[in-house]
């Protein structure tokens, strides 16, 4: 049996998201240092902008057929998503076509994403929550900014949300794209009802990139920043994604050994 890690992250050509990756890829190789780590994008886009720009970086697949040219028999593919949306599921249909072939891989598993489901909820949740400031005075509140989904998964954003607004009224998650429920109109509105005068938001993403430099802080009209702004509301920005977090880092870690505790058993 050997055995390889694969971390498959979005992607990013940002250099402040950088340091999420460096850092996690950093950690799981001084936790594991006698399995190979390789790092995969699973974004074409950001692939097809690299390839133009003179770098490269493997796709899943890619990652893959060279670790079989290594002679590896067994892998666990670890996502670095933060919900299990179409990118982690594409992962899982890879790694079933490639288990079980005549000369493939005997095993590959697919770690899950930062949220994985109903069960660890409240232990993700409270480590997201942790990340909040936690000397808000009176009228501040806390906006994450999730990605967002066309999957149904989606319903994790909100259960996040819901589980936020349960324990803290002042904490919220909301989503840049296709969830209108969770959309930064939702939060401006709950906000000007609320009174609040400052919204702490923080990047609910793996790295803080280009989702962070233009829809986060931008200043385009559309940006959460802009937005609240106009709105009369003061900001203040947290600069840094999910993977410079121990705690966070942490369940992506955890996700990891349960997958690599289940690769004899394919
Ligand atoms: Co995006």
């Known amino acids: 049996m050997k055995t390889a890690i694969i971390l498959a992250a979005f992607g990013t050509r940002h250099k402040n ?53 290594d002679g590896v028999t067994h892998v666990v593919i670890q996502s670095l998503h933060l919900i299990p949306g179409n990118e982690f599921h594409e992962l899982v249909d890879l790694a079933r076509q490639k288990t079980g072939n005549p000369g493939g891989f005997e095993c590959v ?8 489901d109903e069960n660890d909820l409240t232990e993700v949740a409270e480590a997201i929550m942790a990340i909040a400031d936690q000397d808000r005075k ?11 989904t066309r999957h149904d998964n989606a319903v994790y954003y909100e259960a996040l949300h819901d589980y936020f607004q349960q324990r803290d009224r002042t904490i919220h998650m909301g989503v ?6 969770s959309s930064i109109d939702v939060f401006l509105e709950r906000f000007k009802a609320d009174g609040v005068t400052k919204v702490h938001l923080i990047p609910f993403l793996f790295g803080a990139g280009w989702h962070v430099a233009k829809d986060m802080i931008g200043d385009g009209e559309k940006s959460w920043k802009t937005r ?39």
Not at 176 to 181: L, S, V
């Open 176 to 181: 840049m794209e296709h969830q209108e429920a």
């Open 228 to 266: 609240l702004e106009q709105a009369g509301i003061q900001c203040k920005p947290v600069l840094k994604g999910a993977g410079e977090y121990d705690r966070m880092v942490a369940i992506w870690l955890d996700h990891l050994a349960d997958a690599l505790s289940r690769l004899d058993r394919c």
């Open 109 to 116: 598993r697919v770690g899950s994403p930062l949220v994985a």
């Open 138 to 148: 009176e009228k501040e509140a806390v906006l994450f900014m999730g990605h967002g």
């Open 17 to 69: 998201a950088a340091v999420s990756l460096e850092r996690i890829v950093g950690q799981v190789r001084q936790t594991y240092p006698e399995i190979p780590v390789r790092l995969a994008y699973t974004s074409r886009v950001i692939r097809g902008r690299m390839k133009k720009a003179g770098e490269t970086v493997d796709s899943v697949g890619e990652a893959l057929d060279a670790l079989l040219q």
